[in-house]
């Protein structure tokens, strides 16, 4: 596979001198915008520039989203917030069939743009490529293979695209653009939502939209500049539509209304285990011992979540998760409720459960109150956070568990007397 590359590198290099030597008359310059695929890192779809020499009939793709599992250090860097991409070169029809046999949808944007500037724009491709140059350090919405795509019509533009729509207010921010490509997949959309902080809930330009391929593709088919030649012309000349893929839930055109679902979900929830708690008081062990099993699982899960928050935040580079005002509500803290849930659930001892019991309504009343908080707070626009879906997932959980059917006083007076409580 090395040399391979490495021939078509060499092969693609003598190419731009062809071109260069004809001041790019020669040359066809294409936007192919790709939709979401199947993997998590594709549902955002992908965008690539291609290059076309009509006398050696060759298509180049240029592909600014290259990353390896294999890479050294891949995850741990990914981790911390330093995930290295790549720009890399391929034969187009060999690209296009990737995205043709995955079933998504493959979009051709052909360029109007005069034969200097296809020249222009092909020698900095090429620059691109050269291994001193390739490397990148990612990120998701300020530099990815949508936002290097955007940067090269600008260039092609003489800044003409950015001076349209670098001041132009989005109708969405970044949030509510993730949310159109993940509301199909509850979980996914929660957790990912969840850890994302308050920095992406700002207004943005339609500018930075495109850091998603489609944005790139909505706005260069509706765009018009002047070339180097004073000309007006629209950007695109044709639209192909290369491939439409089948059975893929669609992009929503705006983000749906997700707290409700979040809401039902956690009342559910609360339905089966208030009835666990029912089971306990009237004197049934097995309520007893699901309601403690109950809340520990809420606990690992919650309280696990909320370590991974606490280390995106404090130890690496994601600023996307910065200031996420969950951390007031959902700390690791609750990781401390599951051995003490587990002790609750099958413990004979009656005063160390009562102790139990005590601990765990603490801490999910801490719980309660944060998610409180965190909602007032948010009544400020610099502490407003689109977090609703996290709160209403919780607080009914929090205040089950705080509040529990089994009430504090009933539990003091049947076992308290026997262990000397007033």
């Known amino acids: 596979m090395a040399k391979k590359a490495a021939l078509l590198l060499v092969i693609f290099i003598f190419a731009c001198f062809a071109a260069f030597a004809s001041d790019g008359e020669n040359l066809n310059v294409k936007v ?72 998504r949808d493959v979009i051709i944007y052909n360029l109007d743009l005069p034969p200097e500037t296809k020249a222009k724009i092909f020698e900095f491709a090429a620059v691109n490529v050269l291994p001193e140059n390739k490397d990148y350090y990612y990120h998701h919405f300020k530099d990815n293979c949508s936002t290097r795509i955007r940067d090269i019509i600008d260039l092609a533009t003489e800044g003409q695209f950015k001076e349209q729509f670098g001041n132009e207010k989005s109708r969405f921010t970044f949030r509510q653009h993730v949310r159109r490509h993940t509301y199909f997949s509850p979980t996914v959309d929660w957790f990912l939502n969840f850890l994302m902080g308050q920095v992406i809930d700002t207004p943005i330009t339609v500018w930075e939209d495109m850091f998603l391929p489609s944005e790139v593709g909505k706005r260069i088919g509706d765009f018009w500049y002047t070339d180097t030649n004073g000309e007006l012309r629209k950007l695109v000349s044709s639209v192909d539509n290369y491939y439409i893929s089948h059975n893929r839930p669609p992009v929503l055109d705006k983000p749906h ?31 007893r011992i699901l309601a403690g099993i109950s809340m520990s699982l809420c606990a690992l899960f919650f309280g696990s979540v909320s370590l991974l928050l606490y280390f995106m935040n404090l130890f690496t580079n994601h600023d996307y998760t910065f200031q996420n005002y969950n951390m007031i509500f959902s700390t690791p803290l609750l990781l401390a409720a599951v051995p003490a849930s587990l002790i609750y659930a099958f413990t004979k001892n009656e005063k160390r459960l009562l102790k139990c019991d005590h601990l765990i309504r603490i801490i999910w009343i801490l719980c309660a109150l944060g998610i409180f908080i965190s909602m007032i707070i948010k009544i400020l626009p610099p502490f407003y956070q689109d977090n609703l879906t996290d709160q209403m997932l919780m607080l009914p959980l929090a205040l089950l568990f705080a509040l529990q059917p089994v009430g504090f006083k009933e539990f003091i007076q049947k076992y308290g007397k026997k262990h000397g409580a007033k």
């Not at 298509?59 to 911390?80: E, L, R, V």
């Not at 034969?91 to 079933?103: E, G, M």
């Not at 809401?263 to 062990?285: A, E, H, M, P, R």
């Open 257 to 287: 209304i997700q707290w409700i679902r979040q809401l039902v979900f956690s009342i559910v929830l609360c339905f089966i285990f208030g009835f666990f708690f029912f089971l306990y008081s009237k004197n049934i062990k097995a309520g």
């Open 32 to 103: 192919a915008v790709m939709g979401p695929g199947d993997m998590l890192y594709f549902w955002w779809g992908h965008v690539a520039l291609i290059v076309e020499n009509t006398d050696t009939e060759e298509s180049y793709f240029f592909d600014y989203g290259i990353f390896d599992f294999d890479q050294d250090n891949f995850f741990y860097n990914f981790a911390f917030g330093r995930l290295l991409y790549s720009c890399g070169i391929s034969y187009t029809y060999r690209s296009l069939d990737v995205y043709y046999r995955t079933n």
